[in-house]
């Protein structure tokens, strides 16, 4: 089985690199911008494409599409008028099928870092029974988690992933921010992040919570809120009151 | 030396098992509650004593005060009156010393759950060189991370680890209430927030950053709150423009 991907940014990166691990073999590496196409296609040993979608070769059983989902729509328009019949699938969590299938591997990928994808899960939609086969095919060689799931669903999950990664880094950030001012190193938060997580592996979020929130100790919420008021941290003060009303009240 | 543990909550079980495990003598527990303190004191196969102050022996080296911020000034000030003298410590992250000194061991804890004390950073503050010494002592049998900060900066560091760890199980909480409702399983977004913490030992969160928000995704994040406001989610979804604001405007 051959596969085509269409991208380079950090999904397409990781995605190559699991691939071919996987002894998937690829054809081609298509990108908008000629140095990230050869860049990835390098550290692959294979073709590079740039730019024209017509120079994309029609023999691959699958084309995987990891573009931004701002041109998504518009990139798998021109790939179907080019591959007419392939097997054309892209990897966003938020889009709708728009062509043959979905292939979402979910995880935060960035392009410096090359993670494994054994664990990483991989949810897969397809319009007909021999196309999900293929993508379950593929799906298989790289991880051990791999679930069907229609694209109503993989809405949902993308924004509980919003949620759990790219809102949960933020928290780190403003945390980072704290401690910069301070002159204290971020490190020093690592083993509570870890063991914030690793807990999670045999507790429910609910019944993990712990904090001046969880507990309502109104003292130290008012301290913490007056705090950052007097440092000028506005924003951070707003985000900290409604994040503690969110657990105290549970209104959700 | 001996140690006597005031409390029997999730920081002192924990705290107890590492100093029992480090080979550092308990005289006893004490705690408002018999059935906790003794639930500990047999688990440490030492002393319990209950609600009694003046049954605390006056034998210890030192008394680690491990309980609510909202009753530690008033048990402080008990033990005070009855330790003539001793070095009395508490544990608190966001109080002032109050006494001689504090032993504040960073991280979450859940009396269900034993964690290794290990990398966990510990805290220290006292009033002199001497008693700094005897925590520092105590601190380094339990752990290869200790750090001697003031008041001032345990304030800040507090506020950072509500962020990270307390917010950031709230993250998850949020995320695991939406899975619920579309069925789908919280443990599937496990491999995703392992990840998410993975990272931030090698990159600084602020580059770590992914998702609509950081990419300024405006058509994903309108349909997110599109989505959270059909559902009736109207406390998610207002949480939702907010820490994406706070990414996309980094005003912090």
């Known amino acids: 089985?051959?596969?085509?991907?269409?991208?380079?940014?950090?999904?397409?990166?990781?995605?190559?690199?699991a691939l071919k691990n996987a002894?998937?073999?690829?054809?081609?590496?298509?990108?908008?911008?000629?140095?990230?196409?050869?860049?990835?296609?390098?550290?692959?040993?294979?073709?590079?494409?740039?730019?024209?979608?017509?120079?994309?070769?029609?023999?691959?059983?699958?084309?995987i599409v990891?573009?931004?989902d701002d041109?998504?729509?518009?990139?798998?328009q021109s790939l179907k008028n080019h591959l007419l019949g392939k097997l054309i699938v892209h990897t966003a969590g938020s889009m709708p099928m728009l062509s043959e299938g979905v292939f979402y591997p979910m995880q935060t990928f960035?392009?410096?870092?090359?993670?494994?994808?054994?664990?990483?899960?991989?949810?897969?939609?397809?319009?007909?029974?021999s196309?999900?086969?293929?993508?379950?095919?593929?799906?298989?060689?790289?991880?051990?988690?791999?679930?069907?799931l229609s694209s109503d669903d993989r809405r949902w999950l993308h924004i509980a992933a919003v949620f759990c990664c790219n809102f949960t880094n933020?928290?780190?950030t403003l945390s980072a921010h704290l401690l910069e001012k301070h002159n204290i190193p971020f490190s020093v938060m690592l083993p509570l992040m870890d063991e914030t997580v690793r807990k999670l592996h045999s507790m429910s979020p609910s019944r993990a919570q712990t904090g001046p929130?969880?507990?309502?100790?109104?003292?130290?919420?008012?301290?913490?809120?007056?705090?950052?008021?007097?440092?000028?941290?506005?924003?951070?003060?707003?985000l900290y009151q409604q994040l503690s009303q969110s657990i105290l009240t549970k209104a959700y």
Do not use: W
Request: net charge negative; hydrophobic share 40%.
């Open 1 to 17: 089985m051959n596969v085509t991907l269409i991208g380079s940014g950090n999904l397409a990166t990781n995605l190559g690199h």
């Open 23 to 63: 002894g998937v073999g690829i054809l081609q590496i298509y990108s908008h911008t000629l140095d990230h196409a050869r860049h990835l296609a390098d550290a692959l040993g294979v073709d590079a494409v740039c730019d024209r979608i017509c120079d994309i070769n029609t023999m691959s059983d699958l084309y």
């Open 66 to 68: 990891a573009v931004k």
């Open 71 to 76: 041109v998504l729509t518009e990139i798998i």
């Open 110 to 129: 960035s392009r410096q870092r090359i993670v494994s994808f054994e664990h990483i899960p991989i949810f897969i939609e397809a319009s007909n029974e």
């Open 131 to 148: 196309d999900l086969q293929i993508l379950r095919k593929v799906a298989e060689q790289l991880s051990d988690s791999v679930y069907e």
């Open 170 to 172: 933020h928290m780190a």
């Open 213 to 238: 929130a969880a507990r309502n100790d109104e003292q130290v919420m008012k301290h913490h809120v007056d705090m950052l008021c007097e440092d000028n941290e506005t924003s951070l003060s707003k």
